[in-house]
């Protein structure tokens, strides 16, 4: 640290200070937490005063152990400054966060070190919130869910009932209710297979042919089986060598009974519903590619909904006397997770039928039950639900987390859902098909019940780039930590003293070069990191890390801050607004740094409104650029500057609104209006046409009319005032001279 530096310098320990404490400001007030209709949760305020809504939601995280690097929050910064844009352009916003926390990476860590995945991935998600609240994201943590939460997984297992209690009408074209194809039967409006009457059909053999309709069913299938992980695993899971990403275990293909869901009934809509949201063009094709054409499944399936470990949602099914299942009532759910201390996979070879892992849970393989016949003794199913159970319908639950009754309240859902779903959707393409195709079915189930009120769950899809980074492997071509490589003088690299190869690549823990943004907001501070992460291009690009860039961006916002406080003192340059001396309010803006600043405004607006992030610095640091050659910043220049780099860098501009005199939050300014009339151009130049050839040109004031206009033309020496037969003038644009 430079401790020479002045006192009031905006650098790192200032600018540390400064957002830990807006950070807890926030919190404190919950700035972020959006209300829903009134009278939709008891105790709660509203209506939502009128502003029009906006749901805007991040793709589902899965929290790691060793934390964010500089490469994933890039999505979430963009999805902040639009968010903050949002609310300052009088927009209701709901912008909610939470975790996918089910599945392989924390029960492999359990096997490892013997800490049990609950444990796990409660720290996992407290470094991440750590983590994201550090960067300001401006998120409504009264709404956070984690899908390991029994609460919350008591409503995936009540979507799993409505689906099993489901079958598909395709006259009708939706899911109905399985006890209306019951009462089909028995009323002979359908007939039963083989031409018997229904009632003559035995117990079991009724239950068979109804089994046989549900959208979640039992059935023999080849599926890819993992010895190694004691599970099958989706295709997605296995590599192009026929290993397991997990472990690279080796997987073989063999026929199992499993759960499926009847995903392929609905493949039409699938298919159809994709012209009426805003995705981006290469991803509904990815999507009609593998649903087929004419919903023909091509690459579609019925999607195999078993896994056999340990940390997942357990099945809300029971087997009768008969093996045949048998839903748990609603009333009893959630079934929660039996504990367990040894996670390991049941040790069997590739031809031994699979071992759920809860099979070994100490008494909870079976379990006496009422389900309206008398206690009878039931067999629990033992297989749990894949990691996509929870990610198919949590942008709902955002809505209302906290609903007993539901899985979310129907005037909630239609608010915030309301005209086409999640107003924006923003996340990585590498789940352009099968999480959104999984999300669409199951919303699809959901409209048909009446708990969804639009068709779609995502209106507009929006994929971020990456971030690429330096990697490098050694010999073997194995892959080395990019930060302890260095530069050799030959111009080479050296790991360790031994030459490496560089390469580019995503940045993340595979190719060992991930960058801690705890380092730079050491350094620099966090509005430093969001400044440059979204100037280093536009959002929907690639775009390779230079550490050495940032400070670009810290400089900026130096200067930004050396225009308001003097750095010596720590007061504010700006006289304060309501001074009454006329000797101390600043001078007017000159109409030059009023064009630039109207023109600025608007263009910021343009571009954060489409995403545009890198422009729309560009322009903030234009205009700041040239507020520093000013003699005195005027206050109409000062203010409407700070709101424009709100949504950018919030901590110092919130530091810096209140220094000019505003004691509350800047969160619900609004943002500046551009004044058209100040930001037009001062002069035009307009082309002067004799006979049609231009000739010179001349500068007009931009709202000069014809005579104005003219006396400038006649004036110019290249005007010929000789067989002059007629002068078409068209203000703004051209002069035409025609000769006799």
């Known amino acids: 640290m430079d401790t020479d530096a002045p006192l009031f310098r905006y650098d790192a320990r200032l600018a540390n200070e400064i957002e830990l404490r807006?950070?807890?400001?926030?919190?404190?007030?919950?700035?972020?937490?959006?209300?829903?209709?009134?009278?939709?949760?008891?105790?709660?305020?509203?209506?939502?005063?009128?502003?029009?809504?906006?749901?805007?939601?991040?793709?589902?995280?899965?929290?790691?152990?060793?934390?964010?690097?500089?490469?994933h929050p890039l999505g979430y910064i963009g999805t902040d400054v639009f968010g903050r844009y949002l609310r300052m352009t009088g927009h209701e916003v709901l912008h909610p966060f939470?975790?996918?926390?089910?599945?392989?990476?924390?029960?492999?860590?359990?096997?490892?070190?013997?800490?049990?995945?609950?444990?796990?991935?409660?720290?996992?998600?407290?470094?991440?919130?750590?983590?994201?609240?550090?960067?300001?994201?401006?998120?409504?943590?009264?709404?956070?869910?984690?899908?390991?939460?029994?609460?919350?997984?008591?409503?995936?297992q009540w979507i799993f009932l409505r689906i099993?209690?489901?079958?598909?009408?395709?006259?009708?074209?939706?899911?109905?209710?399985?006890?209306?194809?019951?009462?089909?039967?028995?009323?002979?409006?359908?007939?039963?297979?083989?031409?018997?009457?229904?009632?003559?059909?035995?117990?079991?053999?009724?239950?068979?042919?109804?089994?046989?309709?549900?959208?979640?069913?039992?059935?023999?299938?080849?599926?890819?089986?993992?010895?190694?992980?004691?599970?099958?695993?989706?295709?997605?899971?296995?590599?192009?060598?026929?290993?397991?990403?997990?472990?690279?275990?080796?997987?073989?293909?063999?026929?199992?009974?499993?759960?499926?869901?009847?995903?392929?009934?609905?493949?039409?809509?699938?298919?159809?519903?994709?012209?009426?949201?805003?995705?981006?063009?290469?991803?509904?094709?990815?999507?009609?590619?593998?649903?087929?054409?004419?919903?023909?499944?091509?690459?579609?399936?019925?999607?195999?909904?078993?896994?056999?470990?340990?940390?997942?949602?357990?099945?809300?099914?029971?087997?009768?006397?008969?093996?045949?299942?048998?839903?748990?009532?609603?009333?009893?759910?959630?079934?929660?997770?039996?504990?367990?201390?040894?996670?390991?996979?049941?040790?069997?070879d590739d031809a031994s039928d699979?071992?759920?892992?809860?099979?070994?849970?100490?008494?909870?393989?079976?379990?006496?039950?009422?389900?309206?016949?008398?206690?009878?003794?039931?067999?629990?199913?033992?297989?749990?639900?894949?990691?996509?159970?929870?990610?198919?319908?949590?942008?709902?639950?955002?809505?209302?987390?906290?609903?007993?009754?539901?899985?979310?309240?129907?005037?909630?859902?239609?608010?915030?859902?309301?005209?086409?779903?999640v107003d924006l959707y923003v996340g990585g393409v590498e789940h352009a098909v099968l999480h959104l195709l999984y999300a669409r079915f199951w919303h699809k189930v959901l409209y048909d019940y009446g708990v969804a009120g639009t068709t779609e769950p995502f209106g507009r899809l929006f994929n971020q780039g990456y971030i690429l980074a330096d990697a490098f492997t050694e010999a073997r071509g194995m892959y080395v930590p990019a930060a302890e490589v260095t530069a050799d003088p030959a111009g080479g690299w050296t790991y360790h003293g031994q030459p490496v190869t560089r390469r580019a690549g995503k940045m993340g823990k595979s190719l060992k070069n991930g960058i801690s943004p705890s380092d730079l907001y050491a350094r620099y501070g966090a509005d430093t990191l969001r400044l440059y992460e979204m100037a280093m291009g536009p959002l929907d690009g690639d775009r390779p890390w230079r550490t050495d860039d940032i400070v670009g961006m810290h400089r900026f916002l130096q200067r930004l801050w050396r225009l308001i406080i003097d750095e010596t003192t720590g007061e504010t340059r700006i006289p304060p607004a309501d001074s009454?001396?006329?000797?101390?309010?600043?001078?007017?803006?000159?109409?030059?740094?009023?064009?630039?600043?109207?023109?600025?405004?608007?263009?910021?607006?343009?571009?954060?409104?489409?995403?545009?992030?890198?422009?729309?610095?560009?322009?903030?640091?234009?205009?700041?650029?040239?507020?520093?050659?000013?003699?005195?910043?005027?206050?109409?220049?000062?203010e409407p500057l700070v709101l424009m780099v709100a949504p950018l860098a919030p901590h110092v501009a919130e530091e810096l609104w209140q220094r000019l005199g505003h004691p509350s939050s800047l969160a619900y300014e609004l943002f500046p209006q551009p004044d058209p009339a100040l930001a037009a151009d001062g002069t035009v130049t307009l082309p002067v046409q004799v006979n049609g050839k231009v000739r010179f040109t001349i500068d007009v004031p931009a709202q000069a009319g014809p005579d104005e206009i003219r006396a400038v033309a006649v004036r110019h020496p290249g005007y010929p005032h000789e067989d002059v037969a007629r002068l078409v003038i068209v203000p703004g644009k051209i002069v035409n001279v025609v000769l006799s």
């Open 22 to 71: 807006w950070q807890d400001r926030w919190e404190r007030e919950g700035t972020f937490h959006a209300p829903n209709p009134e009278g939709a949760r008891p105790g709660e305020s509203g209506p939502v005063t009128g502003r029009p809504k906006f749901y805007l939601l991040d793709f589902f995280p899965y929290p790691s152990g060793i934390g964010l690097h500089v490469g």
């Open 98 to 156: 939470g975790f996918d926390t089910f599945g392989l990476p924390a029960e492999q860590y359990a096997i490892d070190t013997g800490q049990h995945p609950a444990v796990t991935v409660r720290q996992n998600v407290a470094v991440m919130r750590r983590q994201l609240r550090r960067l300001g994201l401006a998120h409504d943590r009264s709404r956070e869910i984690i899908t390991s939460d029994p609460a919350y997984y008591r409503w995936t």
């Open 164 to 348: 099993f209690n489901s079958w598909y009408d395709r006259r009708a074209g939706r899911a109905r209710p399985i006890s209306e194809l019951v009462a089909q039967f028995e009323s002979g409006r359908r007939r039963a297979p083989g031409g018997r009457a229904w009632q003559d059909l035995p117990a079991t053999r009724q239950r068979d042919v109804i089994d046989g309709h549900r959208l979640a069913y039992l059935a023999d299938v080849t599926v890819n089986w993992c010895p190694g992980l004691g599970t099958v695993l989706a295709d997605e899971e296995v590599t192009d060598e026929g290993r397991s990403a997990v472990g690279n275990y080796p997987v073989h293909r063999r026929p199992l009974r499993q759960w499926m869901l009847r995903i392929t009934a609905f493949a039409e809509r699938l298919l159809a519903d994709l012209d009426g949201v805003d995705w981006p063009e290469h991803v509904k094709r990815l999507q009609r590619n593998w649903i087929g054409p004419s919903g023909g499944p091509y690459h579609l399936k019925d999607w195999l909904f078993s896994r056999q470990r340990y940390w997942g949602e357990p099945f809300p099914i029971v087997y009768d006397e008969t093996g045949r299942p048998v839903a748990v009532p609603e009333e009893m759910l959630p079934v929660t997770l039996p504990e367990l201390t040894d996670f390991r996979p049941v040790p069997q």
């Open 354 to 421: 699979p071992v759920p892992a809860l099979a070994r849970a100490p008494g909870w393989a079976e379990v006496t039950l009422d389900l309206g016949e008398g206690p009878k003794r039931y067999r629990r199913e033992l297989n749990v639900m894949p990691q996509w159970a929870g990610s198919c319908w949590y942008y709902l639950r955002y809505l209302d987390p906290h609903n007993e009754h539901a899985p979310v309240g129907r005037a909630i859902e239609r608010y915030w859902m309301a005209p086409r779903g």
């Open 580 to 638: 009454g001396s006329a000797a101390m309010d600043p001078a007017p803006m000159d109409p030059a740094t009023a064009r630039l600043l109207h023109q600025s405004i608007a263009a910021v607006r343009e571009d954060i409104a489409a995403l545009r992030f890198n422009t729309a610095i560009a322009a903030i640091i234009t205009l700041t650029a040239h507020a520093s050659r000013l003699p005195r910043v005027p206050r109409t220049l000062a």
